[in-house]
């Protein structure tokens, strides 16, 4: 590699930081090894191709240009972050990253008009995971779990919402959402 390609490398990876946190290369390799994934599978589930998952890698390019495939990016992250806090199993893992190879990217909290790709409304289950993602966007479970405990004294159903959709099982947060329906 000449000075030039060294150059545009180093730009592309620092353009990467600042739009995603870090360089995508570290961000991919994590996710690898943390879902126990390889290249071609990792590239399968986000939607790329194996030669776009490779150029991101290496900082050739700079930015992921579908907005799909930065939220399926950010879905794995939190996939991630469930398996190594024991919150979710290697095989609920696998489930889910079916759901998120097949998801469209977009909120079916914000989009208007939009429904799930089945055609139908958006699933308990789904407006749950859209919950639950955003709040853990936010914060982590422990900080989330830290500012339940300070409102219970004097906010309890704040208390355990927080809890339920911050750190709780997307099991319990379905039936809290279901119990919570007029």
Request: glycine letters at 10%; aromatic letters at 4%; hydrophobic letters at 40%.
């Amino acid at each position: 590699m000449d000075a030039a390609q060294q150059e545009a490398t180093a730009r592309a990876r620092e353009l990467q930081r600042s739009w995603y946190g870090e360089p995508l290369g570290a961000l991919f390799r994590r996710l690898i090894d943390d879902l126990g994934l390889n290249q071609a599978r990792l590239a399968a589930v986000l939607g790329l191709s194996a030669p776009m998952l490779s150029q991101l890698m290496s900082g050739q390019r700079a930015k992921i240009g579908n907005p799909a495939v930065v939220q399926r990016v950010q879905a794995l992250q939190e996939l991630a972050g469930q398996v190594a806090d024991g919150s979710v199993s290697a095989g609920e893992a696998t489930d889910r990253m079916e759901e998120i190879k097949k998801s469209q990217g977009g909120s079916v909290l914000t989009s208007t008009g939009q429904t799930s790709q089945t055609g139908g409304a958006p699933t308990v289950r789904r407006v749950v995971r859209e919950i639950q993602s955003l709040m853990r966007s936010v914060a982590a479970a422990g900080d989330i779990i830290d500012a339940a405990d300070s409102l219970a004294p004097t906010h309890p159903e704040l208390a355990e919402f927080l809890r339920v959709y911050g750190a709780g099982r997307t099991a319990e947060a379905v039936a809290h959402y279901e119990g919570h329906q007029s």
